[in-house]
Nanobody, 115 residues
């Protein structure tokens, strides 16, 4: 089973940028659909962006035009480039790997945006 480790979170000023990384173990990374989700206290986890095995992408409404998800199958890594960050983007960001109905989550990385 794949294991995921996120990195790249931190504190950034509004308008700034961060790039999150999610490194996956195993040799079957290219067969997984990957995604980024985020969660704040008291709220449900929400979709940020997904990328399927064919590199087709999809984004949550609140991040379109500001965030970009990419994957590097040679490095077993998926990235989330976040530009023009807003205070409402602050959350714990989670990486998810999906194959059929099986989901695997990372431990999350905190993103804090100061106004």
């Amino acid at each position: 089973q794949v294991q995921l480790v996120e990195s790249g979170g931190g504190l950034v000023q509004a308008g700034g940028s961060l790039r999150l990384s999610c490194a996956a173990s195993g040799r079957t990374f290219s067969t997984y659909a990957m995604g980024w989700f985020r969660q704040t206290p008291g709220k449900e986890r929400e979709l940020v962006a997904t990328i399927n095995v064919g590199a087709r992408t999809d984004y949550g409404d609140g991040v379109k035009g500001r965030f970009t998800i990419t994957r590097d199958n040679a490095k077993n890594t998926v990235y989330l480039q976040m530009n023009n960050l807003r205070p409402e983007d602050a959350a714990v960001y989670y990486c998810r790997a999906r194959i059929l109905s099986r989901h695997t989550w990372g431990q999350g990385t905190q993103v804090t945006v100061s106004s």
